[in-house]
Structures are given as C-alpha cells and as structure tokens.
C-alpha cells in the first residue's frame, strides 16, 4: 500500500468519525427549534380547545334512571320514600316565586332539593317536574328524584351556582386559566345549544319564558363545575305548534325594555291600557332576540372578546330583526358560531407559530 492511498483512507475515517460523533452547531439549533415549536403547536392547540365535558351525563341513563358524581351505575329516580328517608336538608341556597331550593345530601352527594312555596304555584310546580322528566339530556341539569305528595323535587348539586356568577367565578384566581375569549367563546356555544335543543325538542317547540330580563335568563341556568351550561329552571316552557296555529304569550303581564323581543311589547300604545286578552301571541322567534345580549355578557370584557364580537356582529344583526320570521334559527346562530371559534382559533395558531 502507498503512503498516499494510506493517508486518503486515514482522511476518509476522519471524516466519517466526524459524521458518526459529530452535529454542526447549526444544525443542533435548527432541530431543537423545530422540536420547540411542534410542542407550542401541541401545547396551544389543546390549551385552545374547550374543557372536555363529562361523559356521565343522563342520556347515558335508561329513562327514568340517573348518575350523577362518581356513580358507576344508574339508579331509578327516588321514590317519594326514598326522598323522606334518605335525603338530608341542609340549608337555603335560593328561592323563587315557585320554589325554595335546599342544598342537601344524598349518600355521600350534594344535590339539590326543591319545594313548592305556595299552592297556587302547583300548576308551574308540575310543569316544570314535567319538563325536566321529559327533556333529560346533558342540557339539563340531571333529575334525581320526585314527590308530588310532598310537592319536591330532588335535582343534581351544581355549586358554582347561576349563571349570573360567571364574572364572580371567573374573577376566582383558580378559575383564571379558564377566563379566555375561548373558553367565554365556547359557553355561549353551549348557551345556543340548549335554546336549539328547547326549540327542536322532543315535545315540540319549547319557548323559554321566563326570560324577561338578562337577570332572570341568566337564573335560569346552572355552570357546572366542568364550566358547561346546564337548563334547570323550566317551570314555564309554553309550547309552539304551528299546524294547529298554537303560539305563546311569556305571562300575562305587559312587558317593557328592549332585552324581550318587539313582539312581546304591547303594541296599541300607552294611551291604551294593556289587556292580556288582546294582545297577540307570538313563537319561540323570541328567544333568538335575545341571543346577543347573553353571549355579550358570557364573553365579557377579557382580551380578544371584542375580537369575537367584531366576527359575530352579521349574525347577532340577523337575530334583531324586527321582523321574527328573518331572524335566523338557533341551529344558524350555533353554526355561526362553531366557525367563528375555529377561524380565530386556527389564526391565532398560524400567528404563534410564524413568530418562533
């Protein structure tokens, strides 16, 4: 072997050596960078997403039947027996002009515990028992139980409360991780998904009535722990039947402000007093109306709220028509919504990662 070819064989295993040892600097930055940036992809696409909401929900359950917290399996709903003996009454935690509701105990559960304040109250007392025995899903608050003897009703324990505490909570510094436009965003989701589940429900459609103000329809729905939204005040769900021409009147009172829909004003002035007997009824058109003014209030003032605003001002221009048959459905307004959360989802996502 010549000098010359040992040499270029000695210079050829440096060079592997080199390649087996080594990693240019450059090289090494480059890998950790795009390492960094597919786990911020990962990271914020499932920080983006909303809470995962539980799979135990009442739909899970035969009719008739419950689960609630850890149970593995579900139980028929209590007997009014079952109510006497084995719930225990703890305190106060609301009242209504229909019912007082107790925080109580069940095997080791809080639930809720409901009773009728006055008799003449019965009649919505028993519709609303109706309702909730024939809409049990997961938009609304799940049944335990029931006594028409002792007029109570026995309901699932939410303790975050109304809706109406969502700033309250939210302002908790253990709920900050969750005070985001998305999250905010994804509430109000929910919120439409229970008025389109109400309006297309297995009863037919259901108009929510008790919903004359922002404070009284906020009240009429719970935040779960997993901040989902659940329905749980249904004593006055009026039903709409178009073939038998059935509309509804939400009470019997007038009604005044410029939250409940146009329809729902009086419409022969003031030099004319109001009488229920004349005035017109109208359909679940209603609750469309006041979609924008209880997504504004669930978005809140956080950063990127008026961002959403901004990109849902066609559609809420749509639910305010004066004229009710324009107005969009609640499935439109829901549609509208779940591309508006993935368009500014995936923005945000395509800035992030332009930055690194």
């Known amino acids: 072997m010549t000098e010359s070819t040992s040499m270029e064989k000695r210079a050829e295993g440096n060079r592997k050596g080199l390649n087996r040892r080594e990693v240019p600097p450059a090289v090494g930055l480059l890998l ?3 390492f960094m940036n597919l786990l911020l992809y990962f990271c914020l696409d499932r920080f983006f997403v909303s809470p995962r909401r539980s799979a135990l929900d009442p739909s899970h359950c035969p009719y008739g039947y419950f689960r609630v917290g850890q149970m593995k399996n579900c139980s028929p709903w209590l007997s009014c027996e079952e109510l006497r003996t084995e719930v225990r009454q703890l305190k106060r935690v609301g009242e209504g002009a229909v019912k007082r509701v107790f925080l109580s105990e069940w095997k080791e559960h809080k639930v809720a515990l409901s009773r009728l304040t006055r008799l003449e109250m019965k009649e919505d007392f028993l519709h609303g028992l109706q309702m909730l025995k024939s809409l049990q899903s997961r938009h609304v608050v799940t049944l ?3 006594c028409e003897e002792d007029n109570t009703v026995l309901t699932e324990y939410h303790p975050l409360g109304s809706l109406g505490n969502l700033e309250t909570t939210l302002n908790l510094s253990k709920y900050q991780k969750v005070n985001t436009w998305q999250h905010r965003l994804q509430l109000a989701m929910e919120y439409v998904s229970i008025i389109d589940y ?6 037919g459609t259901l108009v929510m009535c008790d919903s004359s103000d922002l404070p009284k329809t906020l009240s009429q729905y719970l935040l779960t722990s997993n901040f989902s939204i659940v329905a ?3 004593d006055a769900l009026p039903l709409v039947n178009r073939s038998t021409r059935t509309f509804v009147k939400c009470g ?3 009604l005044h402000g410029d939250f409940v829909a146009p329809e729902q004003l009086w419409p022969y002035g003031e ?6 007997d004349l005035m017109p009824a109208y359909d679940e058109k209603v609750d469309i109306w006041k979609i924008p003014d209880v997504s504004s209030f669930l978005l809140g003032h ?3 709220s008026d961002m959403v605003r901004f990109h849902l001002f066609d559609i809420h221009k749509a639910c305010k028509n004066w004229i009710p048959e324009e107005r969009p459905t609640a499935q439109d307004v829901l549609d509208t919504y779940q591309k508006v959360l993935s368009s500014l989802r995936d923005t945000v996502l395509a800035q992030t990662r332009e930055m690194l």
């Open 32 to 34: 950790v960078l795009a």
């Open 232 to 234: 749980n005040d249904l």
């Open 302 to 304: 956080v950063e990127g």
């Open 271 to 276: 030099d004319r007093p109001f009488q229920d």
């Open 198 to 203: 109400l309006h297309r429900s297995p009863l």
């Open 144 to 146: 335990l139980g029931f």
């Open 252 to 254: 019997h009172r007038e």
